[in-house]
């Protein structure tokens, strides 16, 4: 007697994962500037299954970091963490340590993003040991270039210098990293005031970008060429920069960056006593902000919106506007933003005759 073959179903399951994963891989080439929405939703629809089934890692590693960055820069935040973590415990399960590092990158900028500085950093130095362990010099100046933004959040400028110049020692002259490096020394520059001098550090970085292409890395340097050139007073070539950053962000879909240019050139509007024109910028980068989860920049923004209802004499918006700048400062633990808010705070209080509040 003739006996039919039992079908595998697990092995047939295990290969349409597969074949979904490659599929997904082929729509999405190496060098797309953004994914759109329908392409996310794909993804996470394909890790969802490709994240629990060992034999689809190597094709579920290559689609998170194919991915990964488009996913931050489209704004998402805790959905896209759980696919990061799930991929860092199959990459330590399989042993695959160059994985390892890659995501653990990736855990570690999301986390900045977030101001979660602490986890952040924790994430970024095992990062950084794992790529040693390697000899992965650009992957080593790419985490140590990380930990330099973040050091820089946190006003520790000399460490910031340090990871900046320690990258740029072990990077190829012709490695387009650079850039990452000298943007971190640009921002302490500004930092310190030293115009000039951020100045040319940051116009050095554009050339690199514009060299090797990266419309995101372009548009983040004109961003903070516009600061430099707004705090020298050149508002008129700030706009500039501001506007072609600005215009690039859109263009990739860059959610966050687009908050951050969108809020300096509120900034710039400001000090030109354009108000109805800084408070449009103000709002829309605050929607932005709140919807990356953008602790430091929405409570940078929002205190910025209550210097304006000062100007404007709108006292209880104004006071309404740094109540909320200050708890966000507060969670931060951010003394020097807190006390700016807090200076706000009593102002609008005076203004509102609430002297007793504003003591």
């Not at 994240?51 to 998170?64: E, F, K, Q, V």
């Not at 160059?98 to 986390?111: D, M, R």
């Amino acid at each position: 007697m003739d006996h039919e073959l039992t079908p595998d179903y697990g092995n047939m399951f295990e290969g349409y994962i597969a074949q979904s994963v490659q599929t997904t891989l082929r729509s999405i080439p190496a060098d797309a500037h953004y994914l759109a929405q329908e392409e996310r939703d794909r993804v996470m629809h394909v890790l969802n299954y490709a994240l629990t089934t060992a034999s689809a890692w190597p094709l579920a590693r290559d689609l998170i970091l194919r991915t990964a960055a488009k996913m931050e820069q489209a704004g998402h935040r805790g959905d896209w963490m759980d696919y990061l973590e799930d991929a860092l415990a199959y990459s330590r399960w399989h042993e695959d340590e160059l994985a390892t590092a890659e995501i653990q990158w990736h855990i570690g900028h999301l986390l900045r993003l977030q101001s979660q500085f602490g986890p952040a950093r924790q994430a970024l130095e095992a990062s950084a040991a794992v790529f040693a362990t390697l000899d992965h010099k650009h992957g080593q100046a790419r985490t140590w270039n990380e930990l330099g933004y973040l050091a820089w959040h946190q006003q520790q400028f000399v460490e910031a210098q340090q990871f900046a110049e320690a990258a740029l020692a072990v990077l190829a002259v012709d490695d387009p990293e650079r850039a990452g490096a000298l943007a971190v020394l640009g921002g302490v520059a500004v930092s310190q005031q030293q115009w000039a001098h951020g100045e040319e550090i940051f116009r050095e970085a554009l050339q690199i970008h514009r060299q090797s292409g990266s419309k995101q890395r372009i548009a983040w340097t004109m961003q903070h060429l516009g600061y430099v050139l707004y705090c020298e007073k050149e508002h008129a070539e700030a706009i500039h920069f501001y506007e072609a950053a600005l215009q690039l962000l859109t263009e990739i879909q860059d959610v966050r960056n687009c908050g951050i240019v969108q809020m300096s050139l509120g900034m710039v509007y400001w000090n030109l006593q354009q108000l109805d024109r800084t408070l449009e910028l103000y709002e829309s980068a605050e929607a932005m902000f709140r919807k990356t989860h953008d602790p430091l920049y929405l409570a940078k923004t929002v205190n910025n919106k209550g210097l304006v209802f000062l100007d404007l004499q709108e006292w209880q918006r104004a006071k309404d506007a740094f109540t909320v700048s200050v708890a966000l400062y507060q969670d931060l633990n951010d003394s020097y933003g807190l006390i700016n808010s807090l200076d706000g705070l009593g102002l609008a209080c005076c203004g509102l005759a609430s002297f007793d509040e504003a003591v």
